[in-house]
């Protein structure tokens, strides 16, 4: 591929004291193994308090059983880790260009990123993403609450009484509006069937669908399971979702079954952990990751300056004709692509018939870059 022009010097200038982004990823990944390790060693210390509208962690779950649980996430946390970094190595053997500064418009690319401002242009789209997106967050922030309460002293835990009514009604409402989400991804996908989704539909779509699906799902029936346990107490009827769903299991199995589902649900979640950076999941970190990225002194539609071709003397090759010669950037918008076609559906040559489609030029560097990267790495659609 000839068609990429080099970046002018002042972008090319990179600033190469900077640590390489795959160290980063792996010191970030043992810092995460560390805290998860810590965590395990704190929570077991012996502050275990039980109030009466409330609920002790890990409820049913033999001790053997979170020893392993928390084994298998600190080992999955560093596959994910390593996985990322690797990918990593790809795309930071591109030429160099220089993306820093601007920090304040960078941050604001974040946030647009991270909220989902741009993709909330499409209505349909943008909705269906939010519900997964917020739905998927709230979820993860209700664990990590539930852990910081479990973590800390008996006269500090504040997960009782009217917040954890609260919690419970919140946690409930944005797991519907997480399963609703994906239910609706799932239509539009093998349903509706548009012509930019069904072109590039993958078996990899699915596993995503379902895994983060098994994770809701599980998570409701391992509540359901856990009210039937306790004797379905009145306050428990805040969890509009899980009360309910208590009355289908029966008192007999509800220990058995919650401790089955609870095993189930954590397996989902490791499953994420490895879908995340093999998938084009992995866009939930790098698509706001390159927003912020995207930002630069030259003018957004700005062309590079390009030197005389037909009076330099100095100009060995011209665009890129392997993967290291296009810029690490370059390489990196192939990682953060969603694979959405959203480019070619507005492309001009390609809505009059022409064969160029902008989104199989960006799937395709992915996967010449992939393929030729020192350590294995999956395509940007690899199943
Ligand atoms: S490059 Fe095209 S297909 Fe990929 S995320 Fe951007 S608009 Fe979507």
Same mark, same amino acid.
């Given at each position: 591929?000839?068609?990429?022009?080099?970046?002018?010097?002042?972008?090319?200038?990179?600033? *190469?004291?900077?640590?390489?982004?795959?160290?980063?990823?792996?010191?970030?990944?043992?810092?995460?193994?560390?805290?998860?390790?810590?965590?395990?060693?704190?929570?077991?210390?012996?502050?275990?308090?039980?109030?009466?509208?409330?609920?002790?962690?890990?409820?049913?779950?033999?001790?053997?059983?979170?020893?392993?649980?928390?084994?298998?996430?600190?080992?999955?946390?560093?596959?994910?880790?390593?996985?990322?970094?690797?990918?990593?190595?790809?795309?930071?053997?591109?030429?160099?260009?220089? *993306?820093?500064?601007?920090?304040?418009?960078?941050?604001?690319?974040?946030?647009?990123?991270?909220?989902?401002?741009?993709?909330?242009?499409?209505?349909?789209?943008?909705?269906?993403?939010?519900?997964?997106?917020?739905?998927?967050?709230?979820?993860?922030?209700?664990?990590?609450?539930?852990?910081?309460?479990?973590?800390?002293?008996?006269?500090?835990?504040?997960?009782?009484?009217?917040?954890?009514?609260?919690?419970?009604?919140?946690?409930?409402?944005?797991?519907?509006?997480?399963?609703?989400?994906?239910?609706?991804?799932?239509?539009?996908?093998?349903?509706?069937?548009?012509?930019?989704?069904?072109?590039?539909?993958?078996?990899?779509?699915?596993?995503?669908?379902?895994?983060?699906?098994?994770?809701?799902?599980?998570?409701?029936?391992?509540?359901?399971?856990?009210?039937?346990?306790?004797?379905?107490?009145?306050?428990?009827?805040?969890?509009?979702?899980?009360?309910?769903?208590?009355?289908?299991?029966?008192?007999?199995?509800?220990?058995?079954?919650?401790?089955?589902?609870?095993?189930?649900?954590?397996?989902?979640?490791?499953?994420?952990?490895?879908?995340?950076?093999?998938?084009?999941?992995?866009?939930?970190?790098?698509?706001?990751?390159?927003?912020?990225?995207?930002?630069?002194? *030259?003018?957004?539609?700005?062309? *590079?300056?390009?030197?005389?071709?037909?009076?330099?003397?100095?100009?060995?090759?011209?665009?890129?004709?392997?993967?290291?010669?296009?810029?690490?950037?370059?390489?990196?918008?192939?990682?953060?692509?969603?694979?959405?076609?959203?480019?070619?559906?507005?492309?001009?040559?390609?809505?009059?018939?022409?064969?160029?489609?902008?989104?199989?030029?960006?799937?395709?560097?992915?996967?010449?870059?992939?393929?030729?990267?020192?350590?294995?790495?999956?395509?940007?659609?690899?199943?």
């Amino acid at each position: 591929m000839t068609t990429t022009e080099a970046p002018p010097s002042e972008e090319r200038a990179a600033p *190469r004291r900077l640590p390489r982004p795959s160290a980063v990823i792996g010191a970030l990944g043992v810092l995460s193994v560390i805290a998860t390790l810590a965590l395990w060693w704190l929570g077991s210390l012996p502050d275990e308090v039980e109030f009466e509208t409330g609920r002790p962690v890990f409820i049913n779950i033999p001790d053997v059983v979170v020893a392993l649980f928390y084994v298998a996430v600190t080992t999955f946390i560093g596959v994910t880790s390593y996985l990322f970094a690797v990918r990593a190595k790809s795309w930071q053997r591109g030429a160099a260009e220089s *993306r820093s500064g601007l920090l304040e418009r960078r941050l604001h690319r974040l946030r647009e990123g991270l909220t989902m401002r741009t993709l909330l242009r499409d209505r349909q789209a943008g909705l269906m993403h939010s519900m997964i997106y917020y739905g998927f967050l709230v979820l993860f922030l209700g664990t990590v609450t539930l852990e910081i309460d479990h973590l800390l002293p008996g006269n500090l835990k504040f997960l009782h009484g009217p917040v954890y009514l609260g919690y419970s009604m919140v946690l409930d409402l944005f797991a519907l509006v997480f399963l609703g989400g994906l239910a609706w991804a799932a239509f539009r996908r093998y349903v509706q069937r548009p012509l930019r989704l069904r072109t590039k539909t993958k078996p990899e779509d699915g596993w995503i669908l379902l895994t983060l699906a098994l994770i809701g799902i599980t998570g409701l029936v391992i509540e359901a399971a856990r009210i039937s346990l306790v004797g379905r107490p009145d306050f428990e009827r805040w969890s509009f979702v899980g009360f309910p769903l208590s009355g289908l299991v029966p008192e007999s199995i509800a220990s058995g079954f919650h401790l089955t589902m609870w095993i189930v649900h954590a397996a989902a979640f490791m499953a994420f952990l490895v879908v995340l950076p093999t998938t084009k999941l992995r866009h939930m970190l790098t698509s706001p990751a390159n927003m912020a990225l995207s930002v630069r002194a *030259r003018p957004k539609g700005a062309m *590079r300056e390009m030197p005389n071709l037909l009076e330099a003397t100095d100009v060995e090759t011209v665009g890129a004709s392997v993967p290291a010669e296009f810029t690490w950037k370059s390489l990196f918008d192939t990682e953060a692509c969603t694979v959405c076609g959203r480019c070619t559906s507005v492309c001009p040559a390609n809505t009059t018939g022409k064969p160029l489609d902008p989104r199989e030029i960006v799937l395709k560097l992915g996967e010449v870059a992939t393929q030729t990267a020192a350590d294995p790495v999956s395509s940007p659609v690899s199943m």
